[in-house]
């Protein structure tokens, strides 16, 4: 089992920049495909960006496409989303999320454990 605690969030303006953290427990995170997921208010979770257990093979979403950038690192335990050129849609609680088995997914229902999330406000 694994638990993540996502940090990093906060209020931004429209233009900013922010990265938020993902610290993971446990010695197996290395073989857990990873993701980032957002819930704005009044809408469903939806996929951001996904990242394989090297951290060689990631996938974005179109919306973030260009702007946002997952990665891992596995020395430490930790996913990254940096995110440049926020919007006030990107405005969300964001999620970050962890699969055991199958590999990467941009499928909220395939991943297997969940942090709490870490609100991003954007202004416009």
């Known amino acids: 089992q694994v638990q993540l605690v996502e940090s990093g969030g906060g209020l931004v303006q429209a233009g900013g920049s922010l990265r938020l953290s993902c610290a993971a427990s446990?010695?197996?995170?290395?073989?857990?495909?990873l993701g980032w997921f957002r819930q704005a208010p009044g809408k469903e979770r939806e996929f951001v960006a996904s990242?394989?257990?090297?951290?060689?093979?990631?996938y974005s979403s179109d919306s973030v496409k260009g702007r946002f950038t997952i990665s891992r690192d596995n020395a430490k335990n930790t996913l990254y989303l940096q995110m440049y050129s926020l919007k006030p849609e990107d405005t969300a609680v964001y999620y970050c999320?962890?699969?055991?088995?199958?590999?990467?997914?941009?499928?909220?229902?395939?991943?297997?454990?969940w942090g709490k999330g870490t609100l991003v406000t954007v202004s416009s």
């Open positions: 999320a962890a699969r055991r088995t199958g590999g990467i997914s941009w499928r909220p229902e395939a991943m297997d454990y």
């Open positions: 990242i394989g257990l090297g951290g060689g093979v990631t």
């Open positions: 446990g010695r197996t995170f290395t073989t857990y495909a």
